[in-house]
């Protein structure tokens, strides 16, 4: 089982970026998918999840109406994209997978938002 991100970089404020979670070894269908982000010296923090029930989605306040996640049945894969970003979206970002007490991780991928 393995959850690979990719996608980030160094982007100026009010600019776009995404990112993608490519999923092997199992299908992410059947778990909820989400995406994390930490900040030096902060708690990591949920930023947005779509539930295997449903394709419903949740976002953090800080990100509503800027961020959305979707889910790429096809390519097993899930992306975030986000506009309209801010410095304090700055952190890495993690892809998660949870389901029952399946709980897995993605390496991370550095997002830095500067002028």
């Known amino acids: 089982v393995q959850l690979v991100e990719s996608g980030g970089g160094l982007v100026q404020p009010g600019g776009s970026l995404r990112l993608s979670c490519a999923a092997s070894?199992?299908?992410?269908?059947?778990?909820?998918m989400g995406w994390y982000r930490q900040a030096p010296g902060k708690e990591r923090e949920l930023v947005a999840v779509?539930?295997?029930?449903?394709?419903?989605?949740d976002y953090a306040d800080s990100v509503k109406g800027r961020f959305t996640i979707s889910r790429n049945n096809v390519r097993n894969t899930v992306d975030l994209q986000m506009n309209w970003m801010k410095p304090e979206d700055t952190a890495v970002y993690y892809c998660?997978?949870?389901?029952?007490?399946?709980?897995?991780w993605g390496q991370g991928t550095q997002v830095t938002v500067s002028s």
């Open positions: 998660n997978a949870k389901r029952l007490r399946d709980d897995y």
């Open positions: 070894g199992f299908t992410n269908t059947y778990y909820d």
């Open positions: 779509v539930y295997r029930a449903g394709g419903s989605t």
